[in-house]
């Protein structure tokens, strides 16, 4: 069976996602949540080393500050144990100035440096020479699409945001087919 550990279980995109896997083994890492299957300090390599034992798929909703942090132990631990795993990345669309209007981040008051965290997250993951996907969400709940399209790399990206709902089924989608390896992809509403 395959085994996904969700990293950030707390968020609700990834509470989403964990309910909606079916057919895979899934544990939740959380810095957090005291319920999760691994509760720990998600910036220490050796907070990882049980949880990605036998794990062949990641999928990081880590959100906010301090990503690359996370990242960079998370894939120390997988380097340490000679681990290739899949992952799929939550980022935030704007890291590139690829957005056709302004954008906020909820939660977010140093934006240049958030985003700098967000790049740098992201070369740590495509660095790593294993399968990955990243996905750039806008999202607002309030306001959200419940259709989604998405986006390739180096196209303009409008300020449509989807729904929490719209953004998990496409994680979802993800995880189960990895239908966009090695790309990073923009998702937003239609």
Excluded at 14 to 34: H, N, R
Excluded at 41 to 47: F, H, V
Excluded at 100 to 124: H, M, N, W
Aim: charged content about 25%; some cysteine; hydrophobic content about 45%.
């Amino acid at each position: 069976m395959t085994k996904c550990l969700i990293l950030g279980i707390d968020q609700p995109v990834a509470q989403l996602v964990a309910k909606q896997l079916t057919g895979l083994e899934v544990v939740g890492f959380s810095e957090v949540d005291k319920s999760a299957d691994f509760y720990v300090d998600a910036r220490k390599a050796a907070s990882y080393m049980e949880a990605v034992k036998g794990v062949d798929v990641i999928y990081s909703d880590f959100v906010g500050m301090d990503v690359d942090w996370k990242l960079e132990a998370v894939f120390t631990a997988l380097r340490k144990q000679q681990q290739t795993v899949r992952t799929v990345m939550r980022s935030v669309a704007g890291i590139d100035q690829e957005v056709d209007g302004p954008l906020t981040y909820s939660g977010i008051t140093d934006v240049k440096e958030f985003l700098k965290q967000q790049r740098y997250g992201i070369k740590i993951v495509d660095e790593a020479e294993m399968p990955y996907t990243v996905l750039r969400p806008i999202i607002d709940d309030q306001v959200g699409s419940a259709e989604v399209q998405l986006i390739n790399e180096g196209q303009p990206v409008p300020v449509k945001p989807v729904s929490v709902a719209a953004f998990a089924q496409v994680v979802v989608e993800e995880i189960q087919n990895g239908t966009h390896v090695n790309q990073s992809i923009a998702v937003v509403g239609k």
